[in-house]
C-alpha cells in the first residue's frame, strides 16, 4: 500500500495552550521555503522581510481542516486564520489594503512558541472578515479578518524566528518588522 503507517502516538502531556500570539506576513513570490520533512521545515531560503502583526491575546486562532471526498479520492487541508485586531487607525486600514490584495506567505506563531507556514505552496489569501465599529461601547472597533489557504499537506513547523531583528542561522537573510 502506497500510504503505509508508520508510528502511533502516545497520550501526550497536557502543556499546552491555545492561540495565537503573532503573525508574520510576507507577499508569497518574496518567500522561498527549503524541504518539508518530518512536518516541518529547518530553512528559510530566500532574502525575505517578514511584516509582524501582534494579535491581543484570546483574539486570533488557527484551524486547520481536513477536506476529503471518499468519491473523488481527493484530500486538502484548508488552513484557516481568523485574527480580530482592535483599535481602527488610518495608517493601519491602508496597510490592510495592501495586504488583502496580496497572495500572502504567513507565518503563524502559537501561545506553544510554534511557528507554523500557512500557504507554504500556493499561498494565502484573504476570504473575508470585516472593519467595524460595533454597536455598544465595549464592542470590537476594529477589524476582523479571515485569510485561508487551500494546501495537500497540513501547516509544516517552521524555525523560531523570534526575538532578532534579523534571524540568523538561515540561509537566507531574514528580517523581522518592526523588530522585536
Not at 502531556?13 to 510576507?26: A, N, Q, S, T
Not at 490592510?96 to 506553544?112: A, W
Request: with cysteine; proline share 3%; aromatic share 6%.
Amino acid at each position: 500500500m502506497a500510504c503505509d503507517l508508520t508510528s502511533g502516538r502516545s497520550k501526550p502531556c497536557k502543556d499546552g495552550i491555545g492561540g495565537v500570539k503573532e503573525i508574520l506576513l510576507c507577499a508569497f513570490d518574496d518567500a522561498t521555503y527549503g524541504a518539508v520533512s518530518g512536518g516541518a521545515i529547518a530553512d528559510i531560503t530566500s532574502d525575505t522581510t517578514y511584516y509582524r502583526w501582534a494579535v491581543t491575546k484570546n483574539s486570533a486562532s488557527l484551524a486547520q481542516n481536513v477536506q476529503s471526498s471518499v468519491e473523488n479520492g481527493t484530500i486538502f487541508y484548508e488552513q484557516v486564520l481568523t485574527v480580530n485586531m482592535a483599535k481602527q487607525e488610518a495608517s493601519v486600514t491602508a496597510e490592510l489594503t495592501n495586504v488583502l490584495r496580496n497572495c500572502l506567505s504567513i507565518i503563524v506563531r502559537d501561545n506553544n512558541d510554534n511557528w507554523h507556514v500557512m500557504g507554504l505552496k500556493r499561498s494565502a489569501e484573504a476570504t473575508g472578515g470585516n472593519i467595524g465599529t460595533g454597536a455598544a461601547t465595549g464592542d470590537l472597533n476594529g477589524y476582523n479578518l479571515v485569510f485561508t489557504a487551500e494546501e495537500v499537506a497540513p501547516c509544516p513547523f517552521a524555525p523560531n524566528l523570534a526575538d532578532s531583528t534579523v534571524v540568523s542561522g538561515l540561509t537566507g537573510a531574514v528580517t523581522i518588522n518592526p523588530a522585536y
